[in-house]
């Protein structure tokens, strides 16, 4: 593993590999009585939040916490930055506290990157989100919901997703998830294909690792998993399409739309859903949907970019029985 995580596309296939089988690991402490591994203890975390967030900040929370951690929650609002303070006083400040991991999320594309190279810093940097350009422990979490749903537990233990064909379908044009879905899976050995009205697909798409199409009805017979995107307003400063009812007809996943999936395939949302917009609650509320799944693996995961970058590289957990009544105990 690199000092940071800013990008999917800086994973290498074994970098991926191995956060999915170290999240593996992960996943089985959340079924102990006692859910704590002392792997970080006397370190500082700090989640450094300038957008709103439920679940990526409530999820790296819980994951440093897991990982005996101490955790510090910033949010720009009501603190100096909505006086005025720059990125770079705000993390002057924090390496004064002495913090280990900066969990950012920003606004404006790039500022991850800018805080991880600038120097003001020597902790490790994870990219939360940084404006549309890139979200890559969401799209880390989504891989190892697939590979569990389509691989198995156990049985994709050490495996990609070679071969699987993913689609993505949406508001693509203001997606950091879809971007980082698209590089990630791509070095996963995935197929992907994004489905989205010409007016929300971003210019240069030709050069991303992925097939584009128009029409979601004739893309789903061959899918293995088709991850809807939420149509972003908030970003949004024209008119992408002429109404919601329309979009929602040619791309938003309803009942029908969705028996049309082969049987084993699986509907994802990275959350929060518009519920009859891109999804109809028939689908969102359907055992193919694996939209909680997806929250309660981003823990796992999560711990597992932690355990990666502040760690090592040693098994996270131990699996022998009196190791784990130690490690138990502490």
Same mark, same amino acid.
């Given at each position: 593993?690199?000092?940071?995580? /800013?990008?999917?596309?800086?994973? =290498?296939?074994? $970098?991926?590999?191995? @956060?999915?089988?170290?999240?593996?690991?992960?996943?089985?402490?959340? $079924?102990?009585? @006692?859910?704590?591994?002392?792997?970080?203890?006397?370190?500082? *975390?700090?989640?450094?939040?300038?957008?709103?967030?439920?679940?990526?900040? @409530?999820?790296?929370?819980?994951?440093?916490?897991?990982?005996?951690?101490?955790? /510090?929650?910033?949010?720009?609002?009501?603190?100096?930055?909505?006086?005025?303070?720059?990125?770079?006083?705000? #993390?002057?400040?924090?390496?004064?506290?002495?913090?280990?991991?900066?969990?950012?999320?920003?606004?404006?594309?790039?500022?991850?990157?800018?805080?991880?190279? !600038?120097?003001? /810093?020597?902790? #490790?940097?994870?990219?939360?989100?940084?404006?549309?350009?890139?979200?890559?422990?969401?799209?880390?979490?989504?891989?190892?919901?697939?590979?569990?749903?389509?691989?198995?537990?156990?049985?994709?233990?050490?495996? $990609?997703?070679?071969?699987?064909?993913?689609? /993505?379908?949406?508001?693509?044009?203001?997606?950091?998830?879809?971007?980082?879905?698209?590089?990630?899976?791509?070095?996963?050995?995935? &197929?992907?294909?994004?489905?989205?009205?010409?007016?929300?697909?971003?210019?240069?798409?030709? =050069?991303?690792?992925?097939?584009?199409?128009? !029409?979601?009805?004739?893309?789903?017979?061959?899918?293995?998993?088709?991850?809807?995107?939420?149509? &972003?307003?908030?970003?949004?400063?024209?008119?992408?399409?002429? =109404?919601?009812?329309?979009?929602?007809?040619?791309?938003?996943?309803?009942?029908?739309?969705?028996?049309?999936?082969?049987?084993? #395939?699986?509907?994802?949302?990275?959350?929060?859903?518009?519920?009859?917009?891109? @999804?109809?609650? &028939? *689908?969102?509320?359907? $055992?193919?949907?694996?939209?909680?799944? &997806?929250?309660?693996?981003? *823990?796992?995961?999560?711990?597992? *970019?932690?355990?990666?970058?502040?760690?090592?590289?040693?098994?996270?957990?131990?699996?022998?029985? #009196?190791?784990?009544?130690?490690?138990?105990?502490?």
């Amino acid at each position: 593993m690199k000092r940071h995580l /800013i990008s999917a596309a800086d994973l =290498t296939r074994d $970098d991926a590999v191995l @956060i999915l089988d170290t999240a593996e690991e992960m996943a089985r402490v959340a $079924d102990r009585p @006692i859910k704590k591994l002392p792997t970080l203890r006397g370190l500082t *975390v700090v989640n450094l939040f300038f957008e709103d967030s439920t679940r990526t900040r @409530i999820s790296f929370e819980a994951a440093a916490k897991r990982l005996s951690a101490d955790v /510090i929650n910033f949010s720009a609002k009501g603190s100096s930055v909505s006086k005025g303070e720059s990125l770079k006083d705000t #993390a002057l400040t924090l390496e004064a506290m002495g913090a280990d991991a900066v969990v950012i999320r920003h606004h404006a594309s790039g500022a991850p990157y800018r805080l991880a190279t !600038s120097g003001w /810093i020597d902790s #490790a940097v994870v990219n939360a989100g940084d404006g549309t350009h890139e979200h890559p422990t969401q799209a880390l979490l989504d891989a190892f919901t697939m590979r569990r749903r389509l691989v198995g537990r156990d049985a994709g233990l050490g495996k $990609d997703l070679n071969g699987r064909r993913i689609t /993505i379908v949406g508001d693509v044009l203001h997606s950091r998830v879809a971007r980082s879905n698209v590089h990630l899976l791509h070095t996963l050995g995935a &197929q992907v294909t994004l489905v989205a009205p010409p007016t929300l697909v971003p210019i240069g798409v030709e =050069t991303w690792p992925c097939e584009v199409s128009y !029409s979601l009805d004739d893309v789903l017979p061959k899918s293995d998993a088709v991850m809807m995107l939420r149509v &972003q307003r908030e970003r949004m400063n024209a008119a992408f399409f002429p =109404t919601e009812r329309e979009y929602s007809r040619r791309y938003g996943l309803d009942g029908d739309r969705m028996a049309k999936m082969p049987e084993h #395939a699986i509907v994802m949302h990275p959350g929060p859903m518009n519920r009859g917009m891109e @999804i109809t609650a &028939q *689908v969102a509320d359907s $055992d193919r949907c694996t939209a909680v799944e &997806q929250v309660a693996n981003g *823990v796992s995961t999560r711990m597992a *970019v932690l355990y990666l970058l502040l760690g090592g590289s040693e098994p996270a957990v131990t699996t022998t029985p #009196a190791a784990t009544r130690t490690e138990e105990s502490k």
